[in-house]
């Protein structure tokens, strides 16, 4: 499917990430036994690196055009112009700046990856976002994906008086009444290493999709979809006891998560009855299939 970018001029609502509830040892949700030897926790740096061959794209295809309308306009010309990147929507897999640039396609996240390393390259500010949307479910094989969404503004050029622009890949978005927070690149790494191993626990790699979880909990360890998804690897390896650690982690740093409440209250179905009761949720939530988050 092309895909298409929504474009607004506006000021930023900012926000900040919530801060880890006092007490809380999110390390311990972490059982590095049960998989090792652990592949090598993957380098952040990796996401937002630009290639040889987008460095020459802009060289040739972006700066040309920056001294009639400056970088950011030429950099959206380039976005949105036929013949130009020619991006394409792609929800799997999870790709890098890089690898969204070659493939010439993927998901929201990989293409705000892309669209920030460019601008980055460019030397335009970047402001990096969550977005509140109504929840989107997809099922791939036995496991559903709860699908979250992120976008990005563009500053003018380095301290110009400018409005931000928003950018944005998913299609029918009401950009003016769209809720949205400013998110660093630490979370969106973290973002991106849950998408990674979402996927590999797809493919039955569970060493790897842990190695990838791992990674999200080195970049912040406050982002709570990641035990979730720890949470269900567990449950699929039968370490029960470690699957009901993260998924309540989950729902300390985010109590409101009804992905991770469902995935415990099914959790503790397994349990013994005594047992059951003395973990009872305080609100028992509807049953669903296991579920995670990834940000598209």
Not at 151 to 180: C, H, K
Not at 215 to 223: I, L, S, V, W
């Amino acid at each position: 499917m092309k895909t298409w970018i929504a474009l607004l001029t506006s000021l930023l609502l900012l926000g900040c990430a919530a801060p880890e509830p006092h007490g809380l040892r999110a390390e311990a949700a972490f059982d590095d036994a049960l998989f090792a030897p652990l592949p090598p926790v993957p380098d952040a740096r990796a996401l937002f690196a630009v290639s040889p061959a987008m460095r020459r794209y802009l060289d040739e295809r972006v700066r040309p055009r920056a001294h009639r309308g400056g970088s950011r306009q030429a950099l959206l010309q380039a976005l949105s112009t036929p013949g130009e990147l020619r991006l394409d929507y792609d929800g799997f897999p999870t790709r890098t700046a890089a690898e969204a640039f070659e493939a010439r396609r993927g998901n929201c996240l990989s293409l705000v990856l892309m669209t920030a390393a460019l601008a980055g390259e460019l030397g335009l500010p970047v402001r990096l976002h969550e977005v509140r949307v109504a929840a989107s479910v997809e099922q791939v094989a036995e496991l559903r994906f709860i699908i979250g969404h992120v976008n990005l503004g563009l500053g003018g050029a380095p301290g110009a008086a400018e409005r931000w622009l928003i950018v944005d890949f998913l299609p029918g978005q009401d950009l003016r009444r769209q809720q949205r927070r400013v998110i660093d690149e630490r979370r969106v790494a973290a973002m991106f290493m849950n998408n990674r191993a979402a996927e590999e626990l797809v493919q039955g790699r569970a060493r790897d999709a842990y190695a990838w979880l791992r990674g999200a909990h080195a970049q912040d360890a406050r982002f709570a979809p990641l035990y979730n998804t720890l949470g269900v690897l567990y449950r699929r390896h039968g370490a029960l006891a470690q699957a009901e650690r993260a998924l309540r982690t989950a729902l300390a740093l985010d109590p409101l998560d009804p992905h991770a409440r469902a995935n415990l209250d099914q959790l503790l179905q397994l349990q013994p009855l005594q047992q059951r009761r003395a973990a009872a949720l305080p609100q028992p939530a509807r049953a669903s299939p296991q579920a995670r988050r990834v940000a598209m």
